[in-house]
């Protein structure tokens, strides 16, 4: 039988459904080969050779791949069809060979397919080819310039920047983006504008509202009203006149449908509508496309397949009617960069079933599959067909002229499917709403209209809103930086890397995300420049089409970036600081009002102000007269209430003792009373993390200094629970039994019925001996061939499948409720298969397992020989790893 080989077990037992008996279908569980954490794993001086390693998970799925090309000699590769599934497919074949399972007989091919359906499996089959060399070397490429710059750059940070982490090619653009943009925030200052609007009501006693656009006969621009003073003479020059209908314009207009899904745009709109994350919304489409549902989901392709679009429109007449069809069908142009990545858009595998229809289980798949299934009928519906109407008032002498603008939809159209999210709106338009989708009463010109209130509305100019996942995609696609594969990966590391944390949705610089970016801005400004990262992608999708030389690309970017690395080699750290205080000096020391020198310290008035860095990496602002003037503020710009307001500001005082904020070297905390000779260590409270130091008041201020807080008497024994925030969090306590609690504010509201189920709870987890509960399975499976109940557990390191004494941890990707007793089988046989080579074996297994002691024996001189010449090596870099370097 044909050796079919995927990357997931789900994928695997799908396509062997549709394959049938001919075929032994087995999954490589991804990458079976990787670069080794380690220098010299790629060799500029010898040709940029790499140097690759069978992971060890992958060793016993090379060993079955190989088991099986023993009984038939043909080798069918079926990876994912992008640039990724190319590159598994080329790992799987070296790894064979260095294994000499394929042979000169052996026959390998590669066949793709954009769906996982019996139909495009079944035609993927009868086309088969070789594996792509061009989509190899971009690969090779992508990995090589990751594992370059995160291999020689990181250490650059470690040495130079303390705090730091490893820094990788497009990870750090995408950390400057997010930086400039904190950055365009702080330089923003609010500017003040006024409207008027009024309230009318019609002859047949209808009201609708509208908004004043000229003035004294002049149109008012968008700060002609700067005070409530001039809005107030407006809001007069309204009252005092009489106010007709001068115009009643009505005018049809159509609004058409958004393209299909591509990768980015499905990561934005998961993230708009339902605030998912890239990473999870990947996770998902991942788990439909190997289930067969939708076709595969990283694409920068807009178009889809004919017979698709006929399907589509099918189902829009069945479900809606052959109006909503329209009489052609809708073509969409293909945006991607390079056509040998382009794929179809992201679809459902079949028009006619909605998510009812499929009974997806999972709650975030059932989202995403609904919102590709609407969307992609969408996109094939009729347009949607408006009326706008404008109306304008004004008053006899022309003084005075207001303006109403709405709506109505004739005909919905697509709308009555989908209608694609917004982001937020950019300051300088914020005001120019869409017209108001509300029908405006009927009007005709000449009538007069009553005025039944006129108000002035006070605005402000906003700030431009901080990135979210889905904008920051937006953005990274529009400057042509990563690619589809890259998207969810780049965002995600950022935020592991503590460079970038997610507040509320929107992604907010941490101090040493900000110094990370000065740094590399001042010293490696080439390398995180937009045009030149975007550039070096364009390079690889010319490799990738055959087009460039892939060692020669690299050849290119060493020969600079290697004399850039070797330029900071005799930086002191004290000059890199000093050089970044300076870079960032607009930012950090704006100018005062009063005209005095903004690096002076407002409270010794003798030190000068400069930036600091502290043990744990972030930064602070201190002054130079230390320890005899103690000031410090948080990293960033003043308030603007000064510079005493941003730390160490009084929140006011209670039973007369004032309440600070201060700011010290393990971050902000409040503090009743002064630090005296009696008293030295007066009470403090460090603020949770969360609690902005802008936002702190006396109150919050109180709540802090008060705990613990006492929730009561244990109803078993009496003794107090206490709610309080540790070094690890919120907690909750009885005797000496503590118990994490989600949220800061639960420590403020939570009672005894919750309390004393979480302190039971944590009692029922403890270890055996100590009262702990049995954990009960996540799903019992059935029973294993060779006796005894097999079920999938959950674990402290996540779930996992148990038989027995044996518990095999489930693939990585891998989901409990989409393991079959099948999978279960292999992975603990698997597992058993393993043990027998140790000293432990299962209790069945005890014939074979002296002779695998023997054997592990017999390997001692082997190994040890190999541990006495790996004390010649290399010493590795402490810190840096594979994930702190690549970007896909």
């Not at 009203?225 to 009252?239: H, I």
């Not at 000065?518 to 400004?525: D, G, K, P, V």
């Amino acid at each position: 039988m044909p050796v079919v080989v995927v990357e997931s077990p789900a994928k695997a037992k799908t396509i062997n459904s549709y394959l049938g008996s001919d075929y032994t279908v087995l999954a490589s569980f991804g990458h079976v080969r990787d670069l080794p954490p380690k220098d010299g794993s790629v060799d500029p001086e010898q040709d940029f050779a790499m140097q690759w390693e069978v992971a060890a998970d992958s060793k016993k799925h090379l060993k079955a791949i190989a088991d099986a090309l023993k009984d038939d000699p043909n080798l069918i590769l079926a990876t994912d069809p992008d640039r990724e599934g190319e590159a598994i497919s080329w790992h799987l074949t070296e790894a064979l060979r260095d294994r000499k399972a394929i042979k000169a007989a052996t026959q390998v091919s590669r066949v793709t397919f954009n769906a996982i359906t019996k139909t495009a499996v079944a035609e993927a089959m009868k086309h088969p080819r070789q594996v792509d060399v061009p989509l190899v070397d971009a690969y090779l490429a992508r990995r090589a310039l990751d594992y370059l710059v995160g291999f020689n750059l990181s250490p650059v940070l470690w040495r130079k920047l303390p705090g730091a982490k490893s820094a990788g090619r497009v990870q750090s653009v995408c950390l400057r983006l997010i930086v400039e943009r904190e950055m365009e925030i702080e330089a923003f200052r609010a500017q003040e504008y006024w409207t008027v609007e009024a309230v009318l009501k019609t002859p047949r006693g209808r009201e609708f509202a509208a908004r004043l656009v000229s003035l004294a006969g002049r149109k008012l621009d968008k700060f002609d009203l700067k005070t409530q003073a001039e809005a107030d003479l407006a809001v007069a020059a309204v009252n005092h006149r009489d106010l007709t209908v001068t115009s009643v314009e009505a005018k049809p207009a159509s609004r058409h449908p958004s393209a299909p899904f591509m990768t980015s745009t499905l990561q934005q709109e998961a993230s708009r509508k339902f605030g998912m994350g890239a990473k999870a919304t990947m996770s998902a489409a991942q788990r439909l496309y190997e289930a067969g549902h939708i076709t595969y989901m990283r694409t920068d392709g807009i178009d889809m397949a004919p017979e698709a679009v006929m399907a589509a429109r099918d189902a829009i007449k069945g479900r809606f009617g052959e109006e909503y069809v329209p009489k052609s069908p809708r073509m969409y142009k293909n945006k991607a960069k390079n056509a040998q990545e382009a794929h179809e858009c992201i679809r459902p595998t079949d028009m006619s079933r909605d998510a009812a229809s499929l009974r997806i289980t999972d709650n975030d798949q059932r989202k995403l599959y609904d919102l590709i299934w609407k969307r992609t009928l969408a996109s094939q519906m009729s347009e949607a067909r408006l009326e706008r109407t404008t109306v304008e008032i004004g008053s006899a002498d022309g003084q005075v002229g207001l303006r109403a603008s709405g709506q109505v939809v004739l005909f919905d159209g697509f709308m009555r499917v989908y209608t694609e999210g917004r982001d937020d709106v950019a300051p300088a338009s914020a005001d120019t709403a869409d017209e108001d989708d509300a029908r405006l009463p009927q009007m005709a010109q000449g009538e007069r209209t009553d005025k039944q209130s006129v108000t002035p509305e006070q605005h402000f100019t906003q700030p431009p809103p901080r990135y979210t996942e889905a904008t920051l995609v937006k953005r990274m696609e529009e400057l042509g930086i990563g690619r589809p594969s890259t998207y969810a990966s780049i965002v995600t590391t950022i935020q592991d890397r503590e460079y970038v944390r997610k507040d509320n949705g929107r992604l907010i610089p941490e101090d040493k995300g900000r110094l990370v970016t000065a740094f590399l801005t001042n010293y490696f400004r080439r390398y995180v420049e937009y045009d030149f990262t975007a550039g070096l992608e364009d390079q690889l999708d010319e490799i990738s089409a055959g087009e460039a030389d892939y060692k020669a690309v690299l050849a290119q970017f060493w020969r600079d970036f290697s004399a850039a690395i070797g330029e900071t080699a005799e930086l002191r750290i004290g000059e890199v600081l000093e050089k970044i205080d300076e870079v960032l000096a607009p930012s950090l020391y704006p100018p005062r009002a009063d005209g005095s020198d903004p690096r002076q310290c407002p409270v010794c008035g003798k030190g000068r102000l400069s930036m600091r860095t502290a043990r744990t990496g972030g930064a602070f602002i201190g002054c130079s007269n230390y320890p005899e003037c103690r000031y410090t503020r948080p990293f960033g710009p003043p308030s603007e209430d000064g510079e005493t307001a941003s730390a160490e500001r009084l929140l006011g005082h209670d039973n007369g003792d004032p309440i600070h904020l201060k700011d010290g070297r393990f971050g902000p905390y409040v503090q009743r009373g002064e630090a005296t000779t009696e008293n030295p260590k007066p009470p403090r409270a460090s603020l949770p993390k969360g609690w902005l130091p802008q936002d702190m008041d006396l109150e919050r201020a109180l709540r802090l200094l008060a705990l613990p807080r006492v929730v009561g008497p244990h109803p078993e024994d009496g003794q107090p629970i206490e709610a309080s925030i540790g070094r690890f969090g919120p907690y909750v306590k009885h005797g000496s039994t503590y118990a994490n609690l989600t949220e800061v504010a639960d420590v403020f509201e939570i009672g005894m019925n919750r309390a004393v189920e979480v302190l039971a709870q944590k009692a029922a987890g403890r270890g055996a001996g100590r009262g702990r509960a049995a954990a009960q399975p996540l799903r019992a499976l059935g029973e294993h061939p060779g006796g005894g109940e097999i079920a999938v557990m959950p674990g402290r390191f996540g779930p996992y499948v148990k038989w027995g004494k044996i518990n095999a941890t489930l693939p990585k990707g891998s989901e409990p409720e989409t393991i079959t007793l099948d999978d279960a089988v292999a992975l603990v046989d698997a597992k058993a298969g393993t043990k027998t080579t140790k000293k432990k074996a299962p209790a069945k297994a005890k014939a074979e397992a002296k002779p695998a002691a023997k054997t592990k024996a017999a390997a001692k001189p082997k190994a040890a020989a190999k541990a006495k010449t790996s004390k010649t090596t290399k010493k590795a870099p402490a810190k840096a790893t594979v994930e702190d370097v690549v970007e896909d």
